[in-house]
């Protein structure tokens, strides 16, 4: 099993950046996929970027592509995703999400770092990101 903790987030207003980060304990951290997910209040809950477990590939969304970052340090067993050019549209519960890939086909070459919901083996608790007007 793994447990995952995020940290960082808060609010801040249009324009601004923030950082969220992972914290994995348990399992061995190389195994999975990591990604982060968000949750708007109403709304259901959305894939935002993923790594594979070396970091060499990455996927965004198209509604954050350009202007988040995802990272993954395997020595520390985190995970980082920086948030630049925030908009009121960015606000919502950002969880962090590992998906060992087990029993699956790899994804194509092209999409080795997106996350499906339904895949996700594991979930954080989540936390806050607000972006004001």
């Known amino acids: 099993q793994v447990q995952l903790t995020e940290s960082g987030g808060g609010s801040v207003q249009t324009g601004g950046s923030l950082r969220v980060s992972c914290a994995a304990s348990?399992?061995?951290?190389?195994?999975?996929?990591m990604g982060w997910f968000r949750q708007a209040p109403g709304k259901e809950r959305e894939f935002v970027a993923g790594?594979?477990?070396?970091?060499?590939?990455?996927y965004y969304s198209d509604a954050v592509k350009g202007r988040f970052t995802i990272s993954r340090d395997n020595a520390k067993n985190t995970m980082t995703l920086r948030m630049n050019s925030l908009k009121p549209d960015d606000t919502a519960v950002y969880y962090c999400?590992?998906?060992?890939?087990?029993?699956?086909?790899?994804?194509?070459?092209?999409?080795?770092?997106?996350?499906?919901?339904?895949?996700?083996?594991?979930w954080g608790q989540g936390i806050q990101v607000t972006v004001s007007s």
């Open positions: 999400a590992a998906d060992n890939r087990k029993g699956r086909l790899p994804p194509e070459p092209s999409k080795l770092g997106l996350l499906h919901r339904s895949d996700v083996d594991y």
């Open positions: 348990g399992d061995t951290f190389t195994k999975y996929t």
């Open positions: 790594i594979t477990w070396l970091g060499g590939s990455t």
